[in-house]
């Protein structure tokens, strides 16, 4: 029977994914073998689950923070992530990395929406690009 705290249910994912992931922590395991844990086991006992019912986001976010903390740090290292402070700092302010970058390559005197595809562009920009047309129709 469900009830109204379907955290308090659901936790006993949470549980059993984590002692998988403390028992797989101790041992010396290459990146293949991280993932393939991941993908191979952890990912596929929530899977039953949610082919049933619909699980609370903030379960689903923290079993995705276990996943990622089993995969950056677990090798001899524990709860040590890979990145070092200086490529820490890179990644938590990664939009603003990604907008300079596109913006200073394919509409430097501009904004995005006078923005031209260009010549021989990326995939990505290529696809960003493909929204435009959606985001123009959107403006009010």
Known sequence: MVERNKKAIFSSIKDLIWKK???WTGKH???AGRETLIKAVAQAIPSYYMSTFLIPPSLEDELQRMLNS???GSNGRRGRAM???QGWKLL???DAIFTRVFK????PQGDFLGARLGQNPSYIWHSIFSSQVIVKKGIR
């Open 21 to 23: 992931i403390q028992h």
């Open 29 to 31: 395991l290459s990146k």
């Open 70 to 72: 089993f995969w950056w």
């Open 83 to 85: 990145l070092g402070k």
């Open 92 to 94: 938590t302010n990664l």
């Open 104 to 107: 200073s390559r394919y509409f």
